[in-house]
């Protein structure tokens, strides 16, 4: 029997619903408060898988639930994606070749503000290309971050320009499952849905480089010099081979496992060839029952990250079989009226469930039939429908600590040392791009920018 149609009945009707979510918030703010790394998360998300075991009226369901959420597709993808990623990632590192490229950047002068403005333009062209927001994290961080932070960027900084570029092209690339997701559902034209969207992201992108260039924070100098006094080793920078191999098959539309998986391949054999690795600096057996090596150590780190996203993913599941998805859009449906009351529930209704989710495209398929049907009997016209319902999810879920925007960015940064880690919860106040576009979308709705009568 298919039990996804089962719906979980909780103890105190809609709070016994939200308990779960409440706990999570709650841990999630002291969290952050406190400067937590993922960790703290870990612990916010299954304190409230815990506390849903209370108030949940039929508690085998409930473990159903959980149990069902793991099982979506995404989960599997983007746990392998971090594992491979942090061996790729581990591979480039521990070549050198970061220290080699910082170490020229601080030569040539291009150093902090200017550089992080250049990482948020690259991040946008390779985020839009590939259409993978996640995936270019993957590539990206593992290189533009480091000597960013050696070459005078505040940490955080960076990381809030690389999540702004992926941002962006999460928003706009015609090949994002945001873009396709949105057009879809509103039966609007591709194409045509890129170029009206193109009004609402390209300002946004224009005021995130601004700021990037005016308030861009300085670190504290230490690591421009001593990548600088370090001196270039050359021959690392053959290590580029892992991420170009990487970006030409996500290009290619391969998978992102299948992409990484290449990527460690060409970086084991390129470094083995030019004498950056031997085998026993990868993989070792030391005996005692001990394995050591880069890989392994690449692997053991993503333990964190790894239990993160298997309590977000089972909560998914519960509030999946809620109901709560189903709410929303009775909230949507009940207050929408005319043009602008339709198209600020779209934008409400698609930020809380996006947020709720932390996939964006999830909520946009959920709510898309439902918004469709509301938008058409308020006249407001597909185009906008399906470019609202994308702004929206490239705001809330951005913004949002605990989804994979901000939390793989932030285990990322973490591999490089302590002077290089950024708490999730600082993400979401240097990604510029969510933040300009919350604006537009402020004036899109109240002041009716972009809307075609």
Known sequence: ?????????????????????????????????????????????????????????????????????????????????????????????????VQTIAAYVVEAGFTGRLFVAASFLITCLLAFATGTSVGTYFVVIPILFPVGVMAGAAPEFMIGSIVSGAAFGDNLGPISDTTIASSATQHADLGTVVKTRMRYSLPAAAGA???????????????????????????????LAVPAVIIVLCLMRKHLITALSWGILTGIAVGLLFGIYTVDGLISFPGGFAVSGAIIEAITGTAGTVAMLIAVFALLGAVERSGLFEDVGGFLSRFAGNARSTEAAIVLSVGILSMVTGVISVAIVALGDLVNEIGEKAGVNPYRRANLMDCTGCV??????????????????????????????????????????????????????????
Not at 405 to 411: E, L, N, Y
């Open 209 to 239: 480089l601004v700021l990037f260039l005016l308030f861009s924070g300085k670190g504290d100098g230490g690591g421009a010099v001593q990548a600088a006094e370090g001196g270039a080793n050359p021959v690392s920078l053959v290590m």
């Open 1 to 97: 029997m298919e039990q996804k149609a089962k719906r979980i009945e909780f103890h105190l009707g809609k709070t016994g619903k939200l308990a779960p979510l409440i706990t999570a918030a709650a841990m999630i703010l002291w969290a952050a408060l406190r400067q937590s790394n993922v960790n703290g998360y870990v612990l916010a998300f299954f304190a409230a898988l815990v506390t849903g075991v209370i108030f949940a009226k039929d508690e085998k369901a409930y473990g159903e639930a959980l149990v069902y959420g793991l099982s979506k597709p995404m989960f599997g993808v983007i746990v392998m994606a971090v594992i491979l990623a942090a061996v790729s990632g581990k591979l480039i590192s521990a070549s050198g070749a």
């Open 396 to 453: 809330f879920c951005f913004l949002a600590p605990w989804t994979v925007h901000c939390v793989i960015p932030a285990q990322q940064s973490a591999q490089f040392g302590e002077g290089f880690a950024v708490a999730p919860g600082a993400i979401p106040f240097v990604n510029y791009y969510s933040l300009c576009m919350l604006a537009i979308l402020a004036a899109a709705v109240i002041a009716g920018y972009g809307r075609k009568r």
